[in-house]
């Protein structure tokens, strides 16, 4: 056999062993989970419009607020969607509310202290109330005369069943049921002296995590080729063409 013969004969033999082998490529689809952010520690009170109680305006969260009292250790987590009217404040300390200001976020805490309405935790709320209207830049004497309402007139606003309740603001013709049954203690977690407590925060900790809809991820999309298909799709009778 001449060499030609022979290099045309390797030539040969190795189109053919490639012509059997084959190319796999597999697409897998990875779903693209945003980052929990941290939870809020200033959140806003939204009015909810159309909706009063007792002629007071109403407002809810539209994130979770946590909030450490310092004196006791006790991690208060004010829930997302809570409603609160301040009403555990007595209408004569309700005109040092303001919704907008600081005294509000003290209200929300204690708000949320006075429905889940502990047995024999009533007069600690109003401390905590206390404690965290100085804490947030209130006033000594404004907020002295905030406890002080709430101490003489706030009893009859402890521990209401018709205060549960949570309001979507972004969906506020519906009464969202409740995320989850009425706790026994406002206290979710106890940090002494509130050490620890901020830098938790920091790590995107939810005390009432948000519930997410599965994510629905396609199987995997396999696709295998051999070299010959290359050589098929421009052949003028091969290939995938469309006639």
């Given at each position: 056999?001449?060499?030609?013969?022979?290099?045309?004969?390797?030539?040969?033999?190795a189109?053919?062993?490639?012509?059997?082998?084959?190319?796999?490529?597999?697409t897998?689809?990875?779903?693209?989970?945003?980052?929990?952010?941290?939870?809020?520690?200033?959140?806003?009170?939204?009015?909810?419009?159309?909706?009063?109680?007792?002629?007071?305006?109403?407002?809810?969260?539209d994130?979770?607020?946590?909030?450490?009292d310092?004196?006791?250790?006790?991690?208060?987590?004010?829930?997302?969607?809570?409603?609160t009217?301040?009403?555990s404040?007595?209408?004569?300390?309700?005109?040092?509310?303001?919704?907008?200001?600081?005294?509000?976020?003290?209200?929300?805490?204690?708000?949320w202290?006075?429905?889940?309405?502990?047995p024999?935790?009533?007069?600690?709320?109003?401390?905590?109330f206390?404690?965290?209207?100085?804490?947030?830049?209130?006033?000594?004497?404004?907020?002295?005369?905030?406890?002080?309402?709430?101490?003489?007139?706030?009893?009859?606003?402890?521990?209401?069943?018709?205060?549960?309740?949570?309001?979507?603001?972004?969906?506020?013709?519906?009464?969202?049921?409740?995320?989850?049954?009425?706790?026994?203690?406002?206290m979710v977690?106890?940090?002494?002296?509130?050490?620890?407590?901020?830098?938790?925060?920091?790590?995107?900790?939810?005390?009432?995590?948000?519930?997410?809809?599965?994510?629905?991820?396609?199987?995997?999309?396999?696709?295998?080729?051999t070299?010959?298909?290359?050589?098929?799709?421009?052949?003028?009778?091969?290939?995938?063409?469309?006639?």
């Open positions: 056999m001449s060499r030609s013969k022979t290099v045309l004969t390797l030539i040969g033999a189109l053919l062993a490639s012509a059997c082998a084959t190319q796999t490529s597999t897998v689809f990875v779903p693209v989970v945003a980052p929990t952010p941290p939870s809020s520690l200033t959140p806003q009170p939204i009015m909810l419009f159309n909706q009063t109680k007792d002629g007071r305006k109403l407002f809810t969260l994130a979770e607020f946590p909030y450490c310092v004196d006791t250790g006790k991690v208060i987590v004010v829930p997302r969607w809570y409603v009217d301040f009403a404040v007595p209408w004569y300390g309700q005109a040092f509310i303001d919704p907008q200001g600081p005294t509000a976020r003290a209200a929300i805490v204690h708000d202290l006075y429905t889940i309405g502990e024999g935790k009533r007069e600690e709320a109003d401390q905590i206390l404690r965290a209207m100085l804490r947030y830049g209130v006033p000594p004497f404004q907020a002295n005369l905030a406890y002080q309402a709430v101490r003489l007139g706030g009893e009859k606003g402890y521990g209401l069943p018709t205060d549960w309740r949570f309001v979507d603001p972004k969906r506020q013709d519906l009464v969202q049921p409740p995320p989850f049954a009425k706790p026994r203690s406002g977690r106890y940090f002494p002296k509130c050490q620890g407590f901020s830098a938790l925060i920091q790590t995107g900790w939810r005390a009432y995590p948000i519930k997410t809809a599965p994510v629905t991820v396609p199987p995997p999309v396999v696709v295998t080729k070299p010959l298909d290359q050589v098929k799709a421009k052949l003028p009778f091969g290939g995938d063409k469309k006639k």
